[in-house]
C-alpha cells in the first residue's frame, strides 16, 4: 500500500491506523504494508501504478485520477462544490461510491471507500491585502489544479500550477505572492505562516478535499468476500474521526495563525460572487464535453441543494 501522503502528515497516520486495524481484525488473513508517498512508486504515478499492479492499494485523491477521467477532482473538491460532511455523505448515502467505482472500472482500478475528507481549504495566503475584485488583478498565485488557473485568469489573477513542495519557497523568494492550499492545520504545519501575512477563509473555493482508498481490481477480486467486507468496514470506520479531529486540529490552527501575527480575514463576498460567477461556465463547458463529467456534476449539485435545503453545510 503506498500513501499519497508523508510520512509526517496526518494522513499517513490514518494509514498506519487503517494497517493496524485490518491485520488485526483478519487475524494474519490479510496483511497490508503501508509505504508513506514515494515508498512503492514515484509521487503522483499511484494510479498508473495500481492499474499495472505494481501496487495493490492506495490512499490518493480523486485530483490525481484526472488524466483518465477529467470528473477525477469532483470527488474531492471544486468551486461552490460540496462540503466536507457533504461530501461524505454524498459518498455513503448518495451516488459516490457508485460513480466512484464507475469511473475506474475502465482502467481496472477499484474504488474502495472514502478514506481522508477535510473542512474547507484555506481560500488563499498572501503578502498582499486584498478588499475588491480589483485587488486581486496581476496577483501572482499558485493554484493545485490546472481548471484553477482558467478560473482565476477571468478574475485577472496570473496564477500557476505548483506543487506543494513549491510553495514555500516560492513565496520566500517573490516568485508568487499568494497560494491556494490546504486547511489551516496542515498550512500551519508547513511554516506558511512565515511567508503570509493574510490568511483569508471561506468556504466557496474548495468547500472540501478528500483523498481515498483505491485498490488493484484483480487484487481486490482474488480477496474473499469476507476480507473485502473486512477492509471496507474498517476504513469506513475511520472516516468520521479523521474528519473530526481534523475540524478539532483547524480550530487551533487558526488561533496559532492569529497568535504569530497574522492577519486572519474572511474574503469578500464581491471576492466569492466573482469566483462563483466565473467557475459555473467552465464547468458546465467541461460537462457539455464529458458525459460522465456532467452525470457527476449534475448528482453533487442536486444532492448539495438538497442538504442545503436542510440545514446540512
Known sequence: MQSWAPAGDRGYQQDLRFAELVNDMSGGRLVVEPQPAGGLVPVKSEFEALMKGSIEIAHVGGGWFEPFNRAGPLFAQWVNGLTGTQLILWMWEG????????????????????????????????????????????????????VLVEIFKEMGVSAVVLSGAEVYESMQRGVIDAFEYVTPAVNWSNGFQEVADYVYLSPVRAPSDSQELWANQEAWDELPGDLQELVMAASNSLVGPYFAEGVKQDIEAIQNFKDYGCEVLQVPDEID?????????????????????????????????????????
Open 95 to 146: 451516488e459516490g461510491v457508485e460513480m466512484a467505482r464507475e469511473m475506474a472500472a475502465p482502467t481496472g482500478v477499484f474504488f474502495v471507500s472514502p478514506f481522508t475528507p477535510y473542512t474547507a481549504e484555506v481560500w488563499m495566503q498572501s503578502t498582499k491585502k486584498v478588499e475588491t475584485v480589483a485587488d486581486m488583478k496581476g496577483l501572482k498565485m499558485r493554484v493545485g489544479v490546472p
Open 273 to 313: 460572487a466573482e469566483l462563483e460567477r466565473i467557475a459555473a461556465p467552465v464547468y458546465d463547458k467541461i460537462a457539455a464535453e464529458n458525459a460522465f463529467y456532467k452525470k457527476v456534476l449534475e448528482s453533487q449539485r442536486a444532492w448539495k441543494a438538497a442538504c442545503l435545503e436542510m440545514g446540512i453545510q
